[in-house]
C-alpha cells in the first residue's frame, strides 16, 4: 500500500475513531479490504495518533486562533492530528511532504475551506516544533 493511501485509510479509521468511539482495531478492519492485511504505516499512524492523542491535542490547541479543538470540523481534527503525529513522532517523512499530504487529504475529504484551515494550524504547529526557517 502506498504511503498516500494509507494516510487515506487512517484518516478514515481515526475519524470512526473520533465520532464512532471505537475500538482503534475495529476501525482499522473497517477501512482496509477483507483479505487484505492492515499495511503497517496505517497501524503506525492509527495507533501513534491513538498513543500521543493528549499531547497531540494539547499542541494543536495552543495553534488554533479563536477556536477549540472540539468545535473544528471532525475531518479536519482527524487531518490536524495525524499531520501532527507524523511531524512530532515519525523521522522519516520530510515535513514538507506531511504538510502537503495533509492538505491533499483536507481538500478531498474536507470543505472547500479545509485545505487553507489545515495549512494555517498545521504550518503553525511546524514553526513550534522545528522553528520557522524549516522548510
Known amino acids: ?3 498516500h493511501t494509507a494516510r487515506e485509510k487512517a484518516l478514515q479509521a481515526l475519524f470512526q475513531i473520533d465520532v464512532g468511539h471505537i475500538e482503534p482495531e475495529e476501525a482499522i478492519q473497517n477501512v482496509i479490504k477483507k483479505e487484505e492485511e492492515a499495511d503497517p504505516f496505517l497501524r503506525q499512524l492509527v495507533f501513534g ?3 500521543h ?3 497531540i491535542d494539547a499542541l494543536l490547541s ?3 486562533e479563536k477556536w477549540t479543538l472540539q468545535r473544528v470540523a ?3 481534527r ?4 495525524m499531520a501532527t503525529y507524523e511531524m512530532k513522532y515519525t523521522e522519516d517523512v520530510p515535513v514538507k511532504v506531511i504538510l502537503d499530504e495533509a492538505i491533499e487529504l483536507a481538500k478531498k475529504f474536507g470543505d472547500d ?3 487553507r484551515f489545515i495549512n494555517g ?3 503553525k504547529v511546524k514553526d513550534a516544533l522545528y522553528g520557522p526557517a524549516t522548510k
Open 62 to 64: 495552543d495553534h488554533l
Open 121 to 123: 494550524v498545521l504550518s
Open 74 to 76: 471532525n475531518v479536519d
Open 113 to 115: 475551506k479545509s485545505g
Open 53 to 55: 492523542q493528549t499531547e
Open 49 to 51: 495518533v491513538m498513543e
Open 1 to 3: 500500500m502506498k504511503r
Open 78 to 81: 482527524a487531518i490536524l492530528r
